[in-house]
């Protein structure tokens, strides 16, 4: 049988250090060295996503200021200046008190919960799963370590997205990427059926999703992975309030009742780390270095208790009314069109994420924006997951030093935006011309939202690409003053292009792309900027 494998010292969160090399470090080397750590290497988006909320809670554990109180104190927190100060007391040390870290993962946590094999309280697993989830015959009835590990095939529908593998020949996964795995089932598990688990006369077979399924979530990014995890403790009261019996799962001497609610979230550790809607657990090799298979199900079916996710954009709907959401992970979207709804103050149409609020000046200037997305629908279906970091932004943010750069952030994603919906009206406009030879070409036509034509995904793709450039361009202290609108129109109209191609020589083609560029042109006409020719041209075909 395994002797175990303590997440505490075993290395398994790859990092990248500061002179460029890498290693792999448990949760105490992580803690230790963290003034030496430049980021985290995780190769699983999700699974970095979740493992930095399980990190901001033990920082809030272990960070002290000078006056020796912790940063999840719960006087301290009555008062947000100074729990602020605080904050910044720590900041000012410049690394995590080793002391401190070996009091907290040895003495403060149970003997045991950071072992992610442990027989009794396995790591943010149930160990009750073997005799609950059962066949009709009594025998342990598995999920399978295909259902743990994210993009493998799971049943009839599961996505394949980095290999090929079979339940008739299930391959084993090291414990560490299995670590990574259970994290990500946890904050980003599917809804829907699962594997039954009996504790009544009732076998239910369904539950609910992970509490960030489907999201994105956006960090403020340090130099060090000190700064970037004290700067991740989300401040008091803006994500629910602190409580005398807040505790992390591996915190908690007990394992929580399936048949009733879930504790309520608390700051921070029930908030960071104690809202999964599944229970898991994992079964090691002999040796203890694999995980063999795996049991995922559900661990309530209580609703869950509303909560502020401190790193997620809130979105109200467009349509009116009804409750904000969080803004959905797409991995056709690039961060930078997400960068006003952080800098701006928000309450239009946005909310900025909580973590993004009271950033201390003294490390604002350097301070990039680090996302974690997985392009999920509500139930099963995984598409795809990404990371993406912003060059040094969050100086500009609207209630900084640099307001006019916050607000020409906004200008700049907004025109992209509205010159993108145009782009994609005038390809499918210019398709419909270019083939339906019964249209009049100089009257209004109305389009068929189910066929678009092939010229309307091509355009897109180049303009997006274009876009981007352009934006960080516009955004440069040589390009600070210029008119934002004609750089877009120009990459629009140059991607509208390459989508037609060379059947441009067509005259029923060519046509139809002067018609569709007049559509793109007229974005600038109706700012009042129409370019003068020798602007229009540019050097570019027009």
């Keep these: 049988m395994a002797d175990g494998f303590d997440l505490r010292d075993m290395p398994w969160i790859p990092v990248a250090l500061k002179g460029g090399s890498s290693a792999s470090v448990g949760l105490r080397d992580l803690f230790h060295r963290a003034h030496e750590i430049e980021d985290l290497e995780l190769p699983v988006p999700p699974a970095a996503s979740g493992l930095l909320r399980i990190l901001a ?53 149970p003997d045991g919960h950071l072992d992610l094999f442990h027989p009794t309280r396995p790591f943010l697993q149930d160990p009750r799963l073997r005799t609950e989830c059962v066949d009709p015959k009594g025998r342990p009835n598995p999920s399978g370590v295909n259902k743990l590990v994210l993009g493998r095939p799971t049943g009839v529908n599961g996505a394949v997205l980095f290999g090929h593998f079979t339940d008739t020949e299930p391959v084993p996964v090291p414990a560490a990427v299995a670590a990574w795995h259970l994290i990500a089932q946890l904050y980003y598990g599917p809804a829907g059926q699962c594997t039954p688990r009996k504790i009544t006369s009732v076998k239910p077979g369904n539950g609910d999703a992970g509490p960030l399924r489907k999201s994105v979530s956006y960090h403020p990014w340090a130099d060090d992975l000190f700064t970037t995890l004290v700067l991740g403790v989300p401040q008091p009261g803006i994500c629910g309030d602190p409580d005398v019996d807040d505790a992390c799962p591996w915190e908690a001497e007990a394992l929580p009742d399936p048949l009733g609610p879930a504790a309520p979230p608390s700051w921070p550790g029930r908030l960071l780390t104690g809202r999964a809607r599944h229970a898991a657990l994992l079964e090691p090799s002999a040796d203890g270095t694999m995980v063999t298979d795996a049991y995922l199900t559900w661990s309530t079916h209580q609703p869950a208790a509303a909560a502020r996710d401190p790193y997620v954009i809130l979105d109200m709907p467009k349509a009116g009314g009804g409750l904000p959401f969080a803004r959905p992970a797409d991995g056709n979207r690039a961060l930078w069109r997400d960068l006003d709804a952080l800098l701006l103050k928000g309450g239009g149409q946005s909310q900025r994420p909580p973590a993004f609020e009271s950033l ?163 974005l600038l006409r109706r700012a009042g900027t129409v370019p003068q020719p020798a602007e229009a041209s540019s050097g570019r075909n027009t």
């Design 57 to 109: 809670s033990m920082t809030a554990r272990i960070a002290v200021g000078r006056d020796g109180v912790r940063l999840d104190d719960e006087d301290l927190a009555e008062d947000a200046r100074d729990w602020l100060n605080q904050r910044d007391q720590v900041l000012e040390q410049g690394r995590f008190d080793p002391r401190l870290v070996d009091a907290y993962l040895d003495e403060e946590v």
């Design 360 to 522: 201390p000046r003294t490390v604002r200037t350097g301070l990039r924006v680090r996302a974690y997305g997985f392009d999920q629908d509500g139930q099963q279906r995984d598409s795809s997951w990404f990371e993406a970091t912003t060059p040094p932004v969050l100086q500009w943010r609207e209630d900084g030093p640099q307001p006019r750069m916050a607000i020409r952030v906004g200008q700049c994603r907004e025109f992209a935006e509205q010159v993108g919906d145009r782009l994609y009206y005038a390809a499918r406009l210019a398709w419909r011309l270019a083939t339906d030879a019964g249209i009049d070409s100089t009257a209004k036509v109305k389009l068929d939202l189910k066929k678009p034509g092939p010229w309307a995904q091509v355009a897109q793709a180049g303009y997006w690409a274009a876009a981007e450039r352009e934006f960080w361009m516009l955004l440069t202290p040589e390009k600070s003053g210029d008119p934002l609108r004609l750089p877009f129109v120009e990459a629009a109209l140059e991607a509208l292009d390459a989508a037609i191609g060379a059947r441009s020589a067509d005259i029923r083609v060519a046509r139809a792309r002067v018609r569709a560029r007049g559509t793109l042109r007229a």
